[in-house]
């Protein structure tokens, strides 16, 4: 079956632009995660959706990014007044509860995000 | 959620079975141990996870010390394809985040 999509797969803007990223995650899958990697880095927790609310977005560096999943599916990952700091792949990921637990994370591709 | 501890970087032979291990020793009765990969390039893949009962299914085993406080991800017959950062992370399972540290470069070669 199709697993979690991103777009774009690869996005370059310039410093102080908005920008928009896209996750479509597995259907059925509740839980949608947002997480980011710098380069030679781990993946670093944003925010974590439970159907359309957001249930944790201890995450976020700053009030210039944001999520939303309005109707508990797509999410976009939204970022205001870039910075070349944002440089990183964005990854989506997605899950669905068993016996009463989220265990495994299915990940998108993720999304290269070049600020120049 | 305890921070887990693992070597920067391990060399295996094709064919011989890789063991990453991983240090948990703050890890409490309740949180979970979770081994996730990563392809170069590609997105985080889950391959096991257990609490306190070794775990096997068709990608690896997981072994779990009684004490809970380290725990041993095998492969049983690495091959090249297995070449990959694997994570060990530690979390509860209601909750949702995943917390990567810097994880193992596993290099298989031939």
């Known amino acids: 079956g199709a697993g979690v999509s991103q777009t774009p797969s690869n996005k370059v803007t310039e410093k102080g632009k908005y920008v928009e990223l896209r996750c479509d995650p597995i259907?059925?899958?509740?839980?949608l995660y947002w997480y980011r990697q710098s380069l030679g880095q781990g993946p670093e927790f944003l925010i974590y959706?439970?159907?359309?609310?957001?249930?944790?977005d201890s995450g976020l560096p700053n009030d210039r990014f944001f999520a939303v999943r309005p109707e508990g599916s797509v999410s976009t990952l939204k970022i205001q007044r870039t910075e070349r700091g944002d440089s990183a792949v964005y990854l989506c990921?997605?899950?669905?509860?068993?016996?009463?637990?989220?265990?495994?994370?299915?990940f998108g591709p993720g999304t290269r995000l070049t600020v120049l | 959620d305890a921070k887990t501890t693992q070597p920067t970087s391990m060399d295996c032979a094709e064919g011989r079975a890789a063991n990453l291990p991983c240090n948990h020793s703050?890890?409490?009765?309740?949180?979970?141990v979770y081994w996730y990969r990563q392809i170069h390039s590609q997105g985080p893949q889950y391959i096991i996870h257990?609490?306190?009962n070794n775990e096997t299914n068709e990608m690896a085993s997981l072994i779990i010390t009684e004490d809970r406080k380290s725990s041993t991800l095998i492969l049983p017959h690495a091959t090249l394809r297995d070449t990959a950062v694997y994570y060990c992370?530690?979390?509860?399972?209601?909750?949702?985040?995943?917390?990567f540290g810097q994880g193992t470069t596993l290099q298989v070669k031939p």
């Open positions: 990921a997605s899950s669905r509860k068993v016996a009463g637990s989220y265990n495994e994370q299915f």
């Open positions: 259907s059925g899958h509740t839980a």
């Open positions: 959706f439970q159907g359309t609310g957001a249930a944790d």
């Open positions: 703050t890890i409490s009765g309740n949180e979970y």
């Open positions: 257990g609490l306190k």
């Open positions: 992370i530690v979390r509860l399972g209601y909750t949702g985040k995943l917390i």
